[in-house]
């Protein structure tokens, strides 16, 4: 257990400043600002609308797509060329997963709610970045919802067990477990599970529960955005 | 979101009385069968059947300047191709979602569990490094590619043996005596969730039911060193619990075949 002082001074248990915000993107159905330490991510969300290419469409339901980006000069080292890179298009499919048991479309038969997720700055915890933004956005855009997702990633770095990890704990020079995990607080369930690394099977149950517990303390920050906007433009309302 | 289709239903009420549509038990693998250098021109290869799903994995070798940020170790990539030949559900074209996944997956398991040495496949630091590439082609595709993808990759990297290198150019024609520095097995399972019951090695038939998979690699001392969710359905920490324990016991089977 040599990593006992974490990089940036930050606890075991302690998740990097949040700033989150309803409402940003003016064109969008709904939209949100999900900021996590320096891991910036906007998410937009356009629909119910019309999906093409028809074949696609599935008459006894809407259907969710997510597009998750990284702006190429987001990342930690060189320029990234513009366009979806396999890890992009896992992370697009991971994220439609992580929000898909918390959505009902079936209001809307044969028709797309398109999430957009794009980052302009990136420390680590991306991908949870985009589902915690992605939630606000689509409970902003009046998408008839469950509950909230929250994500954010745990895992272990030289054995410690330590919540949001940041880049230079990723990369650390030690043995590292990266586990990203989304939650639904309602029915105490992931809809987000990876791990990068090594770790025991109950170091690794031990450390989703810290997950979950930063999990809880993030709903309600994405859950304020949204009161705070709603509040303030009460007469935009209708 | 259980969705109310007649062969979900079918399925559910067989597993309810402990069996799958071909009379298997919930955790139980069909035949496994390993073979290994099936390609003369691959430096390693190996064709994985388990059951009638069929995957052939071929590792090349070649000399590469390494990658800035790590100057003294080797390369390691792994690609799949879910081939049009191998079922009627795959078109001709660049991978799609489903190969993608299943590519990544696998070289996560390989990565993440060190079982390559990448700084023993160092030739000059800074110029001069191994670069393995491992593709991953399906044959027959009968359910369950992950594990049987992760399992051809591990065989054919266990196949290879280094060409002569004489300093200046590789010789494939003439091979070294040398093999890759490997020194463990990862081996990936994914564990299927339908309704309450937890199933291995799900035929494409049983796919269309599935709430949730786990595909879990791991290497002989039981350490995980990739995890992998996929599926429409949430699942709990027990779920996940569970499913890591079905796992560790199916890849000690898994590992025998290699």
Request: net charge positive.
């Given at each position: 257990?040599?990593?006992?002082?974490?990089?940036?001074?930050?606890?075991?248990?302690?998740?990097?400043?949040?700033?989150?915000?309803?409402?940003?993107?003016?064109?969008?159905?709904?939209?949100?600002?999900?900021?996590?330490?320096?891991?910036?991510?906007?998410?937009?969300?356009?629909?119910p609308r019309e999906l093409h290419p028809k074949f696609m469409q599935d008459p006894s339901t809407g259907i969710l797509r997510c597009n998750y980006n990284m702006m190429p000069f987001a990342g930690m080292g060189n320029r990234v060329r513009p366009g979806q890179n396999?890890?992009?298009?896992?992370?697009?499919?991971?994220?439609?997963?992580?929000?898909?048991?918390?959505?009902?479309?079936?209001?809307?038969?044969?028709?797309?709610?398109?999430v957009f997720i794009e980052l302009p700055q990136t420390d680590a915890g991306s991908r949870c970045a985009g589902i915690c933004a992605a939630s606000i956005a689509l409970a902003d855009a009046g998408i008839p919802m469950k509950d909230l997702v929250s994500a954010v990633s745990v895992g272990t770095v030289d054995g410690t067990i330590i919540v949001d990890l940041d880049y230079m704990e990723e990369a650390y020079d030690a043995s590292v477990a990266d586990i990203p995990i989304a939650y639904i607080p309602s029915t105490d369930e992931l809809s987000l599970l990876q791990m990068d690394g090594e770790i025991t099977k109950d170091t690794l149950l031990e450390a989703l529960e810290l997950g979950k517990q930063a999990c809880r303390e993030i709903i309600e920050i994405q859950k304020k955005a949204l009161k705070e906007k709603y509040l303030v433009s009460g007469e935009e309302n209708e | 979101m259980s969705k109310k289709n007649p062969v979900r239903e079918h399925i559910l009420k067989a597993l309810e009385k402990g069996v799958r549509p071909d009379g298997r038990a919930l955790t139980e693998y069909r035949p496994v069968e390993v073979t290994y250098g099936v390609s003369k021109t691959a430096e390693g290869s190996a064709i994985v059947k388990i059951g009638e799903t069929e995957v052939v994995a071929g590792a090349k070798l070649s000399i590469e300047v390494p990658f800035p940020d790590t100057p003294d170790e080797g390369i390691i990539m792994v690609n799949a191709e879910l081939l049009p030949l191998s079922s009627p559900r795959f078109e001709a074209g660049p991978p799609g979602i489903e190969a993608v996944e299943l590519a990544r997956v696998v070289d996560r398991g390989l990565r993440e569990s060190k079982a390559l040495d990448l700084k023993k496949l160092c030739i000059k630091k800074g110029e001069k490094v191994w670069s393995v590439s491992v593709d991953i082609c399906t044959l027959n595709d009968a359910g369950n590619l992950f594990d049987a993808a992760g399992l051809a990759a591990i065989a054919a990297l266990q196949d290879a043996v280094l060409p002569s290198y004489d300093g200046a150019e590789i010789d494939y024609e003439n091979k070294?005596?040398?093999?890759?520095?490997?020194?463990?097995?990862?081996?990936?399972?994914?564990?299927?969730?339908?309704?309450?019951?937890?199933?291995?090695d799900a035929l494409q038939e049983e796919m269309t039911s599935v709430d949730a998979r786990l595909t879990v690699t791991t290497t002989a001392d039981g350490t995980i060193c990739s995890l992998q969710k996929g599926g429409d359905v949430a699942v709990t920490t027990a779920d996940i619990g569970k499913m890591i324990d079905i796992s560790l016991e199916q890849a000690k089977m898994l590992r025998e075949k290699l």
């Open positions: 257990m040599a990593y006992t002082k974490r990089v940036d001074g930050r606890k075991q248990k302690e998740i990097r400043p949040i700033t989150a915000q309803a409402g940003v993107i003016k064109n969008a159905d709904g939209s949100a600002y999900f900021k996590i330490g320096n891991t910036v991510a906007y998410a937009a969300v356009y629909g396999r890890r992009a298009k896992e992370i697009s499919m991971v994220t439609e997963k992580a929000l898909l048991p918390v959505v009902d479309l079936k209001e809307f038969p044969n028709a797309v709610v398109d | 070294s005596n040398e093999r890759l520095p490997l020194s463990k097995t990862p081996i990936p399972i994914t564990v299927l969730k339908i309704g309450d019951h937890f199933i291995v």
